[in-house]
């Protein structure tokens, strides 16, 4: 997440503060398995978030930050 550019991360920490509330807000990551625990969330309207949900651990782990 470092390389993200400065613009991108006060919507980062918007995204970030949302999946401590909802973590299941955003899409599975596959069609196929539309309660899959990978999942994706846009933020800013050109960020990507990738992100693990580990539901019984409560913990939310991403995976891929990306800013197109």
Same mark, same amino acid.
């Given at each position: 997440?470092?390389?993200?550019?400065?613009?991108?991360?006060? *919507?980062?920490?918007?995204?970030?503060?949302?999946?401590?509330?909802?973590?299941?807000?955003?899409?599975?990551?596959?069609?196929?398995?539309?309660?899959?625990?990978?999942?994706?969330?846009?933020?800013?309207?050109?960020?990507?978030?990738? *992100?693990?949900?580990?539901?019984?651990?409560?913990?939310? *782990?991403?995976?891929?930050?990306?800013?197109?």
């Amino acid at each position: 997440m470092a390389a993200l550019p400065p613009e991108a991360l006060p *919507y980062l920490a918007e995204a970030l503060a949302l999946l401590e509330i909802s973590p299941w807000t955003g899409r599975s990551s596959s069609p196929d398995n539309p309660g899959g625990n990978l999942r994706t969330l846009t933020f800013g309207g050109r960020g990507l978030l990738t *992100y693990l949900v580990l539901e019984e651990q409560r913990e939310v *782990y991403v995976v891929r930050a990306q800013w197109l």
